[in-house]
Antibody, heavy 125, light 113 residues
Framework: EVQLVESGGGLVQPGRSLRLSCAGS????????LTWFRQAPGKGLEWVGT??????????EYAASVKDRFSISRDDFKSIVYLQMNSLKTEDTAMYFC????????????????WGQGTLVTVSP | DIVLTQSPLYLPVTPGEPASISCRSS???????????LDWYLQKPGQPPQLLIH???NRASGVPDRFSGSGSGTDFTLRISRVETEDVGVYYC??????????FGPGTTVDIK
């Protein structure tokens, strides 16, 4: 059974850092790209960033709202993808989901077929 | 960035009746390969989103056949042939064409009358 389990969320003060983890199981982790999405309370879904598989150079891309503050990395041996969040702002408060990219091509990634349950990040003084 | 709009934003439904949701894109999602790059997701209360449809009209594995997607270019529709109570939640369209700048529609809340 494919599973993605996020962890590492919590309450943090503005300007501080937090690292989220997403552990995968039940599939060939190194084959897939993984993406972080977030959802502010009562709001819609927002793409945060993506890390491609090693076959595509483990390339990372980020939304403009988090670029230069957030970074994504992966440890294929442990089947974990990380989201390092620095210089956190109150507007980063959200549920953070990781999701598996079902179809990864050189020019497009689509079909997010498995999602974790999410981990809540609250940024507050 | 590609902007997606959905209508209606709120849809009260009667179990057993059909329902449809529209998603309109600010740019064509039809790629030169002939595919329309649009996904549909359902987020049930308290749960993460789940994939319903990819490439505008292809049901994901395990999705009941009462769900169907159609459309091309900039106009897309998700249809539920006979709504069941378990279908309540927020439906999102999402465009992956501008990978990795994925964008979602605002969501359509489906609720039972």
């Amino acid at each position: 059974e494919v599973q993605l389990v996020e962890s590492g969320g919590g309450l943090v003060q503005p300007g501080r850092s937090l690292r989220l983890s997403c552990a995968g199981s039940g599939f060939n982790f190194d084959y897939y790209a993984l993406t972080w999405f977030r959802q502010a309370p009562g709001k819609g879904l927002e793409w945060v960033g993506t890390i491609r598989s090693k076959a595509y150079g483990s390339r990372t891309e980020y939304a403009a709202s988090v670029k230069d503050r957030f970074s994504i990395s992966r440890d294929d041996f442990k089947s974990i993808v990380y989201l390092q969040m620095n210089s956190l702002k109150t507007e980063d408060t959200a549920m953070y989901f990781c999701a598996r990219v079902g179809i990864q091509l050189w020019f497009v990634m689509y079909s997010y077929d498995y999602w974790g349950q999410g981990t809540l990040v609250t940024v507050s003084p | 960035d590609i902007v997606l709009t959905q209508s209606p934003l709120y849809l009260p439904v009667t179990p057993g009746e059909p329902a449809s949701i529209s998603c309109r894109s600010s740019q064509s999602l039809l790629h030169i390969d002939g595919y329309n790059y649009l996904d549909w997701y359902l987020q049930k209360p308290g749960q993460p989103p789940q994939l319903l449809i990819h490439l505008a009209s292809n049901r994901a594995s395990g999705v009941p056949d009462r769900f169907s997607g159609s459309g091309s270019g900039t106009d897309f529709t998700l249809r539920i042939s006979r709504v069941e109570t378990e279908d309540v939640g927020v439906y999102y369209c999402m465009q992956p064409l501008q990978t990795p700048l994925f964008t979602f529609g605002p969501g359509t809340t489906v609720d039972i009358k």
